[in-house]
């Protein structure tokens, strides 16, 4: 049932080489209970599809990857319906599903790549939308009792690229079943300036359900690297919120600094501004660097090692607390 060294090139987007020392997937939970109880002892590392992972060294113990399917309507009413995905649903197939079935909620969500399973973790985002927006409820297998526990919205502790799972049950539970509740009334966000822009460019002014997809795919692909030609986790860091004192010191050098307001004390700077401003958008260093196109996410150009990346993502860190007094936070997972 366990393969033994298994490179995990191939399971994960940044492409670099790392060993698994045992192997194993699992479709259903009582296949992943089985697999636990065998590997009592051993560290356990869960897999969806590698694409918020940055593997610096071999992963020592048992690296587990989730493979549950299966999309079901567990409730309907006429405004809404309940959907029970397996955690190892690829994320985009499911938002796809829900495009064809006119299910509103998960639109500005396309094209994230991963799993289903690990979209929760830290609360996936883009272009205004949050999954905290329509999740409603999950179901995890505690590794320490093998038992099922339901954990509700709130249990949930979700923030910007946060959950409980990412901080105090770090570890400890592995998602096989997320529940979202998606509207079937046309809902749609399309506040986020760059969707209007899209749109606008092609005239749509009452757009469809797909129509937004189709927006969202169509930014993302213009700025965002393909992991099949270009290794990469998208974005490394997180984009940081200073206090009023710090933004207004920026302010001084930089008057046209991009900035969200998030309360009446604290503002969101754009780490990829940051980044680009500093000078690193487009840098090479050895195998590895800074997209051109987006300076928020790191890239293998190829045979870049993990620590090659880690020590490139330290060298940023360390430069943008020089020149913006902001300490920016990894948002990749490193193992
Ligand atoms: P993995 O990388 O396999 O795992 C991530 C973490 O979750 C690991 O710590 C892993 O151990 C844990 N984990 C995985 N599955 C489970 C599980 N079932 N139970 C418990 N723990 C688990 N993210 C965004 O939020 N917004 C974006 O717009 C976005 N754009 C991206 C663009 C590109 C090109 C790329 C490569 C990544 C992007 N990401 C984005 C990041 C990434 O797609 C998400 O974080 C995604 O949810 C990761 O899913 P995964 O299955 O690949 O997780
Ligand atoms: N910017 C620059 N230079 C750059 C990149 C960005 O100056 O090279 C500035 C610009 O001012 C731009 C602003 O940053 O207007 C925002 O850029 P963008 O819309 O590309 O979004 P982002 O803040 O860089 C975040 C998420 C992405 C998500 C997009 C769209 C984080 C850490 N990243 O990126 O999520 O897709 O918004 O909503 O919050 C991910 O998490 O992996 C990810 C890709």
């Known amino acids: 049932m366990f393969r033994k060294h298994v490179n995990l090139k191939p399971y994960t987007t940044f492409g670099i080489d790392s060993y698994a020392e045992l ?15 065998q590997s009592a002892g051993n560290q356990l590392t869960i897999l969806g599809g590698g694409s918020n992972l940055l593997l610096t060294k071999d992963i020592q113990g048992l690296v587990l990857k989730n493979e ?60 205004g939308v949050e999954i905290k927006d329509c999740f409603e409820k999950l179901e995890a297998l505690e590794i320490a009792t093998k038992e099922i526990h339901t954990f ?6 979700f923030g910007y690229r946060e959950s409980v799972f990412k901080r105090k049950l770090k570890g400890k539970f592995i998602i096989t ?8 009334h046309a809902v749609l966000n399309t506040s986020y300036g760059a969707i209007n822009a899209e749109l606008a460019s092609k005239g749509i002014t009452i757009p469809s359900i797909k129509e937004v997809s189709d ?3 169509s930014i993302r692909k213009s700025k965002l690297p393909d992991p099949k030609e270009l290794g990469n986790a998208g974005s490394f860091f997180k984009n940081p919120v200073v206090s009023n004192p710090v933004y207004e010191n920026i302010k001084i ?3 046209d600094v991009p900035s969200y307001t998030i309360s009446s004390n604290h503002v969101k700077i754009p780490a990829g501004w940051l980044i680009e401003t500093a000078g690193w958008k487009g840098k090479k260093v050895g195998n590895c660097g800074v997209h051109t196109k987006q300076a928020l996410v790191l890239v293998n150009y190829g ?5 090659e990346v880690f020590e490139l993502s330290q060298a940023i860190i360390d430069d943008v607390y020089t020149k913006f007094s902001i300490e920016l936070e990894r948002e990749v997972n490193i193992l």
């Not at 509700?152 to 502790?157: G, K, L, P």
Request: aromatic share 10%; hydrophobic share 40%; with cysteine.
């Open 303 to 307: 045979g870049a090692t993990g620590k």
């Open 23 to 37: 192997f194993a997937t699992f479709s259903d939970v009582k296949t992943l209970q089985s697999l636990v109880d």
């Open 253 to 255: 050098s930089y008057p």
């Open 68 to 127: 549950i399917l299966g999309v079901e309507v567990a409730e309907e009413t006429t405004e809404t319906v309940l959907l029970k995905v397996g955690g190892g649903v690829v994320w985009h197939d499911l938002v796809m599903f829900s495009i064809e079935n006119q299910y509103y909620g998960l639109e500005n969500l396309s094209l994230i790549p991963g799993s289903v399973g690990a979209s929760p973790m830290q609360n996936i985002g883009a272009y």
């Open 215 to 217: 927006a969202v795919i």
């Open 152 to 157: 509700s919205h709130e249990a949930c502790e």
């Open 177 to 184: 079943h997320v529940y979202f509740r998606l509207q079937k």
